[in-house]
C-alpha cells in the first residue's frame, strides 16, 4: 500500500518552475511533519524543506532558500514543493517524507523518517 505518492517531476530548462506534489492520508498529514529530500547522481539525500504539522512553520535549505517553497492542502491531503528558477544543481530525485517531530536543524530531518515516497526524477538541462 502506497502511502506517500509523489508526482510532478520532469525535464525543465534552467529558470523554469516545477511543481511536486506529494499525496498522503489525513492522519499523516495532521500527525506528521512533512519534509521534501533530494539525491543528486552520486551525492547524499539532504533535507530540502519541511512544514510543521503543529504551527505550519516551514524550513528551507540555504540551496533553495527563496527558490522554494512548500505547502500543504488540508482537504486535498496533498503537500507541494514549488520550485522556481531552478538550476542544474537541482537535478535530483526529490523523495516526501513524514517525520515523527520537527528536526532540531534540518540535517537531522532523516533521522526522524518515518514514512518515504518513491521518489520523483528532476533533471534541470538545456
Known amino acids: 500500500q502506497v502511502q506517500l505518492a509523489e508526482s510532478g517531476g520532469g525535464l525543465v530548462q534552467p529558470g523554469e518552475s516545477l511543481t511536486l506534489s506529494c499525496v498522503v492520508s489525513?492522519?499523516?498529514?495532521?500527525?506528521?511533519?512533512m519534509a521534501w529530500f533530494r539525491q543528486a547522481p552520486g551525492k547524499e539525500r539532504e533535507a530540502v524543506s519541511y512544514?510543521?504539522?503543529?504551527?505550519?512553520?516551514?524550513n528551507y535549505a540555504d540551496s533553495v532558500k527563496g527558490r522554494f517553497t512548500i505547502s500543504r492542502d488540508k482537504p486535498k491531503n496533498t503537500v507541494y514543493l514549488q520550485m522556481n528558477n531552478l538550476t542544474p544543481m537541482d537535478t535530483a530525485v526529490y523523495y516526501c517524507?513524514?517525520?515523527?517531530?520537527?528536526?532540531?536543524?534540518?540535517?537531522?530531518?532523516?533521522?526522524?523518517?518515518?514514512?518515504w515516497g518513491q521518489g520523483t526524477q528532476v533533471t534541470v538541462s538545456s
Open positions: 489525513q492522519y499523516t498529514l495532521n500527525y506528521y511533519t
Open positions: 512544514i510543521s504539522h503543529n504551527d505550519g512553520h516551514t
Open positions: 517524507a513524514a517525520l515523527y517531530t520537527d528536526p532540531p536543524v534540518l540535517t537531522k530531518a532523516e533521522q526522524l523518517v518515518h514514512l
